[in-house]
């Protein structure tokens, strides 16, 4: 490893924590933009790509959602000092604030509707929350 902080995770559970987190994201992403934000997305659609282009570009949606999910887990394991479900929430929440904080600048730059910002801003923390849960789950007997 380049850095002597970093300990070797226990494979299995990384691999397990890997999977869980990435099929978690993609059925959370599936529910909240496919079905609980469809309405907005179509009230908006001059700002996204048509439906045919999305098809089209699934291969790079999926690839993102794999490559978060194997950092997230690959994170938890160094940090998880706090340990259990609770931990997990609480790391869940700060990676959140991480990567939801970005959103902010894409209302500063695009033309997105700010109750959509903050609809995704919430959705994210929950989602990472969850998945902090799901991750804290697999590894609470290592």
């Known amino acids: 490893m380049f850095c002597s902080c970093f300990k070797r995770p226990n494979a299995g559970r990384l691999l397990l924590a890997m999977l869980a987190v990435a099929v978690f994201v993609f059925v959370f992403e599936w529910l909240f933009h496919g079905i609980y934000l469809a309405d907005t997305y179509q009230a908006t659609a001059s700002l996204w790509r048509s439906q045919a282009e999305m098809e089209a570009h699934m291969g790079w949606m999926m690839g993102g959602q ?11 394991s160094f940090v998880r000092t706090c340990g259990g479900i609770g931990g997990g929430a609480c790391y869940g929440l700060i990676v959140g604030l991480l990567m939801v904080s970005p959103q902010l600048i894409t209302y500063a730059v695009q033309p997105v509707p700010g109750s959509l910002v903050a609809t995704w801003m919430i959705g994210g923390l929950i989602e990472l929350i969850l998945a902090g849960m799901l991750v804290a789950a697999i590894y609470r007997h290592d």
């Open 66 to 76: 794999l490559l978060m999910a194997a950092v997230f887990s690959y994170l938890y």
